[in-house]
């Protein structure tokens, strides 16, 4: 009888890094700033992250790990298109909970006590409790249930990996926020408060940080390396679709390399961390599970957008 629903989780979250990722949009997506990030075990031990943002009101502490249960969405048939922000399926919580064991504990500022959740299958627990404003969501033991699952994980040396790269490009786009990754009690990427220059410096060194030009024109913001890097590698080319780091389709790659024209050798990509803003309704982050896809209504309009922006920061910052 568990099948189906498990199998459903399952395309939400297949892997840690699925959790990692839908826990610190929910976390941004609470207006936190302040995200702390703990891994164990590759995630499959347990992936915990902390926020100071709104917090779950105790009367809807009960549905957050419910399906489709989303606070992110008013109830009427084209909101989803209206959307701005990360999560609004209401599926993270309740796949983790299928997929795992899900603890929550969370305040929201005005409130006096706290609420925490265990969520586990379909076995639901809320209590009160105390504990400082924010969320701390904690999911352990991802697949135990699941032999067929787990014995196709990833070894946790290299999922842990992927996820310093995952927590390091929301590093790079949300650069006003505190972050800390902790992997086997370990700290990964630690950052303060600063500017996509500083996300750099906190991400790829103080070295990068130093050789990147700014870039600020028409919704899109961000930093670009000086065409003197010419180490940097593709892996190094960082987009965002309102505030949603996104797999870059290769025409905002091309618009970059455009925008730089004869001043960047042939094979040779620059770092590059741009964030764009399209209208709401311009956008569709619905195209796939993990939101990482996004269709563009307007691709070539943002390509060229890119292109010139990457071209100012060029023209006015002579090297
Ligand atoms: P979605 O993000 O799509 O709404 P989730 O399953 O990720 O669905 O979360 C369910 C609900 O739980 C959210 O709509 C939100 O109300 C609440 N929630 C989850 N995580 C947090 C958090 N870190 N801070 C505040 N509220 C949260
Ligand atoms: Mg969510």
Redesign the pocket.
Known sequence: PHIARLIAAGEVVSRPLDVVR?LI???L??GASRLEIEIEGGGLGLVRVR?N????AAD?AAL?AVRH????LEPDADAVERVTTL????????AAAQAGELHLV?RPAAQVGASEVQAQGEDVTVRRTSAPAG?T?TVRRLFARLPARLRTQAPAAAEAREMTVLVGRYVLHHPGLHWRLTVDEEARLTHAPSDHRGAVASVYGPLNANRVLRVQADGICGVISGPELTRARRDRMHFSVNGRPIVAPPELEKAVLEGYAELLPAGVAPLTVLDIQVAPEDHNPNVHPAKQVVALADLAGVAARVRSAVQTALATHPL
């Not at 249960?69 to 992110?72: G, N």
């Open positions: 839908e949009e929910n976390a997506d609470a926020d943002g709104a917090g779950i809807g957050a249960a989303t606070s992110k999560g609004f399926r209401g599926e993270a919580l309740w969370s969320t969501v």
